[in-house]
């Protein structure tokens, strides 16, 4: 193999970046050519494909977003239309492809390489921690500092005012998000979509904590997991409790990686380019128990996400 090329894809995660310049440098080190892919497979159907060189990743270590930039590509669907994306890398020589993403991009990865024979490693960039096969997601960490830092912050003005801190955060179907958080930050009350709740009892907890003196609290809300509005109308009439709603949105998405995502991005991008050289095709990369894996992208999608009982009942313990 001589010649590979990266993508980002799906939602863009803190990390990104790094992961990019560790893929790009390590690559070349090894004696490859690199192609970056812009936008994604939108950039791949489009033939959005030019040279990267060690200079084209300098300076990006500690940025947010990436590069490369990132587009959904609903056509991708299309047999002819990941034809067209593998032969346009094939014109140019290109045998590997580095795919930085979720599970929406690993499955058009493992197409490309089912159908037309590209050899394809996957990274798991995604802020929202729902891959199984992965203890951690690339970007899910610096994701949770932000949302630490909007409790540390919403936690102070709630106590002088005595409300009620409904915070919202990402996370899709996956829980993790709000789980870490909650924890970390302290909240009262921690709601995600894997576990059945009953909001008229925790309404009712809130009323007799204001009773026995405990005039504020924090609820952080998992994406999925309810509506916040109905949520703030039923805690506000049943604990009288003045309920504020604080939705963070894309501000998670954003930001500095931390020095955790740095370093998984960078083990998650050295790794990518040993498999390439190795000849290895249609392997996720992730990390378990602190040591780089990969497997099968079709048993890693196989495998369902499920949340840390005991973290969340350890949580419910520290309330």
């Not at 094939?90 to 599970?103: N, T």
């Not at 891959?131 to 709630?158: E, K, P, Q, S």
């Not at 196989?302 to 949580?315: G, P, V």
Request: net charge neutral; with cysteine; charged share 25%.
């Amino acid at each position: 193999m001589k010649k590979i090329a990266i993508l980002t894809s799906g939602g863009d995660a803190p990390g990104m970046n790094a992961c990019i310049r560790a893929c790009v440098r390590s690559a070349i080190n090894s004696g490859l050519e690199v192609f970056g892919v812009e936008r994604g497979y939108y950039g791949l159907v489009n033939n959005c494909i030019t040279p990267m060189t060690t200079h084209s990743v300098c300076d990006i270590v500690q940025r947010g977003g990436t590069i490369l930039k990132t587009a959904r590509c609903l056509e991708f669907k299309f047999p002819e239309t990941r034809k067209k994306a593998a032969d346009n890398l094939k014109a140019l020589g290109i045998e590997g492809l580095v795919v930085i993403g979720g599970d929406g991009s690993f499955t058009g990865a493992r197409y490309l390489s089912d159908e037309n024979g590209i050899n394809v490693v996957g990274i798991p960039g995604t802020i929202d921690n729902d891959l199984a096969y992965t203890d951690y997601t690339l970007g899910f960490d610096t994701a949770v500092n932000t949302v630490l830092w909007a409790i540390n912050n919403l936690r102070d003005t709630m106590t002088s005012h005595d409300r009620v801190s409904l915070i919202k955060v990402m996370g899709r179907r996956c829980g993790d998000i709000a789980l870490y958080s909650g924890i970390c930050g302290g909240a009262e009350y921690i709601l995600v979509p894997e576990v059945p709740y009953d909001i008229q009892a925790i309404a009712e907890d809130i009323k007799k904590s204001k009773e026995r003196g405990k005039t504020s609290n924090i609820i952080v809300l998992a994406e999925g997991a309810g509506n916040e509005q109905e949520i703030k109308t039923i805690v506000s009439v049943i604990s009288g409790a003045d309920v504020k709603v604080t939705t963070l949105g894309h501000i998670q998405r954003g930001g500095t990686p931390t020095m955790a995502d740095r370093m998984l991005a960078a083990r998650f991008g050295t790794r990518a380019t040993e498999l390439l050289l190795e000849g290895k095709t249609n392997r996720v990369i992730g990390i378990k128990n602190n040591k780089i894996v990969d497997l099968d992208i079709t048993e890693a999608l196989s495998q369902t996400k499920k949340i840390d009982k005991n973290l969340y009942d350890m949580a419910s313990k520290l309330c």
